[in-house]
Structures are given as structure tokens and as C-alpha cells.
């Protein structure tokens, strides 16, 4: 059952009305309920406010995955260099040129070793995993490690 219902329109909304109408070739009734619906329904408006939740909750735990990887990575390149400058003495002036020559040697190793295992693909996190969890998956707790 429909009931009926008289709105008065602004003369340029009706004219805007009877044109979309007659270029769609649909009844102005038609038109007016179609929009009513569209605009009364809270159902799409819903829809992208939660897809936009659950995209921004996806968002929010990539970062503090990130935060947790580059945290873990600062301090282990602090712990490194806190060890290396606490171990390493200072070179005599003579022996800084075949030290820096050496030095660059090494570097050139470690460049390449970097290289072959950014194209293996597997990251130093990954490895450390696998090193904390035991095969069978299940962590030890008994003796102090994680």
C-alpha cells in the first residue's frame, strides 16, 4: 500500500527533478522514492565506516609490527657497537693505512654477503624465530628462555 504525500519543491530542484526524469524516461514519483531510499538508508554509510574501521585497524597493527621491528633493530645496532667499541682498541698511526685497506675489504664482503641474502629472501627476524622456537613449535620455558 502506498500513501501519498505533496512536497513542495524550490522551482530550480523541479526542474532538475523533471529533466533527470525525462532523460531517464522513469515516472518523477519514481525518481523521488529511489533518492528517499537512497538517502534514509543507513546501510551503506554503515558499510564504509565499518570497512574503513577494519582497514584502518589493518593499518594500525602493520605499524606497530613496524615500530616493534625498527625498535628491535636499534637496539640491536646499539648493542653492536656498544661490544665493538668496548673490545676494539685504538690502531697505532702505523698500522691505520693496512687496517682501512682491510676495513674496506671486509666491507666489500659484507656488501656482497647482504646482497646474497636480501635475494634469498629470508630476514634476520625470520632466523631469530626459528632460533628462539623450537621445531616443535612449543617455547621452553623451563630454564629461563623464551
Same mark, same amino acid.
Given at each position: 500500500?502506498?500513501?501519498?504525500?505533496?512536497?513542495?519543491?524550490?522551482?530550480?530542484?523541479? /526542474?532538475?527533478?523533471?529533466?533527470?526524469?525525462?532523460?531517464?524516461?522513469?515516472?518523477?514519483? *519514481?525518481?523521488?522514492?529511489?533518492?528517499?531510499?537512497?538517502?534514509?538508508?543507513?546501510?551503506?554509510?554503515?558499510?564504509?565506516?565499518?570497512?574503513?574501521?577494519?582497514?584502518?585497524?589493518?593499518?594500525?597493527?602493520?605499524?606497530?609490527?613496524?615500530?616493534?621491528?625498527?625498535?628491535?633493530?636499534?637496539?640491536?645496532?646499539? *648493542?653492536?657497537?656498544?661490544?665493538?667499541?668496548?673490545?676494539?682498541?685504538?690502531?697505532?698511526?702505523?698500522?691505520?693505512?693496512?687496517?682501512?685497506?682491510?676495513?674496506?675489504?671486509?666491507?666489500?664482503?659484507?656488501?656482497?654477503?647482504?646482497?646474497?641474502?636480501?635475494?634469498?629472501?629470508?630476514?634476520?627476524?625470520?632466523?631469530?624465530?626459528?632460533?628462539?622456537?623450537?621445531?616443535? /613449535?612449543?617455547?621452553?620455558?623451563?630454564?629461563?628462555?623464551?
Amino acid at each position: 500500500m502506498r500513501t501519498k504525500h505533496t512536497f513542495r519543491l524550490p522551482p530550480d530542484l523541479a /526542474g532538475q527533478l523533471a529533466d533527470y526524469a525525462d532523460r531517464k524516461r522513469v515516472p518523477q514519483a *519514481l525518481v523521488v522514492e529511489t533518492a528517499l531510499s537512497s538517502y534514509l538508508s543507513p546501510d551503506n554509510s554503515e558499510r564504509m565506516e565499518a570497512a574503513l574501521g577494519r582497514r584502518l585497524d589493518r593499518l594500525t597493527r602493520q605499524v606497530e609490527r613496524l615500530e616493534r621491528h625498527v625498535t628491535i633493530s636499534n637496539e640491536a645496532l646499539a *648493542l653492536f657497537v656498544r661490544f665493538w667499541l668496548t673490545v676494539t682498541p685504538p690502531l697505532p698511526d702505523a698500522a691505520q693505512p693496512a687496517a682501512q685497506a682491510k676495513g674496506r675489504e671486509r666491507y666489500e664482503g659484507f656488501v656482497e654477503a647482504l646482497g646474497r641474502r636480501l635475494a634469498k629472501g629470508q630476514t634476520l627476524a625470520q632466523e631469530i624465530s626459528q632460533d628462539v622456537i623450537p621445531k616443535d /613449535g612449543t617455547a621452553d620455558h623451563t630454564n629461563g628462555s623464551s
